[in-house]
């Protein structure tokens, strides 16, 4: 059963910086597309951003410059390196493969004074 565990999120003050990290399993993770997305209170889920097996990275245009994402295939690991946060920028943050699994917990990340 494919499942992604999502950690790392917390509360925040506008400025500061997070690490959050998926581990899936159940799944050949190096072979897949990972991203991570959010939600925010009344809101539709959004893609923030995407890292293909080789590594190569997009970003919604909200998050360029301040997000990072990588991963490390040998751990079936995915990361998100959150920098410059926002009050915005607050939401449950999932993560998941393309077209494989289904939606995990999430991670709730707070940005607030």
Excluded at 11 to 20: F, W
Excluded at 84 to 94: G, M, Q
Aim: with cysteine; hydrophobic share 35%.
């Amino acid at each position: 059963q494919v499942q992604f565990v999502e950690s790392g999120g917390g509360l925040v003050q506008p400025g500061g910086s997070l690490r959050l990290s998926c581990v899936a399993s159940g799944m050949n993770f190096k072979f897949y597309i990972m991203g991570w997305y959010r939600q925010a209170p009344g809101k539709q889920r959004e893609l923030v951003a995407a890292i293909t097996s080789s590594g190569n990275t997009n970003y919604a245009d909200s998050v360029k410059g301040r997000f990072t994402i990588s991963r490390d295939n040998a751990k079936n690991t995915m990361y998100l390196q959150m920098n410059s946060l926002k009050p915005e920028d607050t939401a449950v943050y999932y993560c998941k493969a393309t077209n494989l699994g289904s939606w995990g917990q999430g991670t709730q990340v707070t940005v607030s004074s």
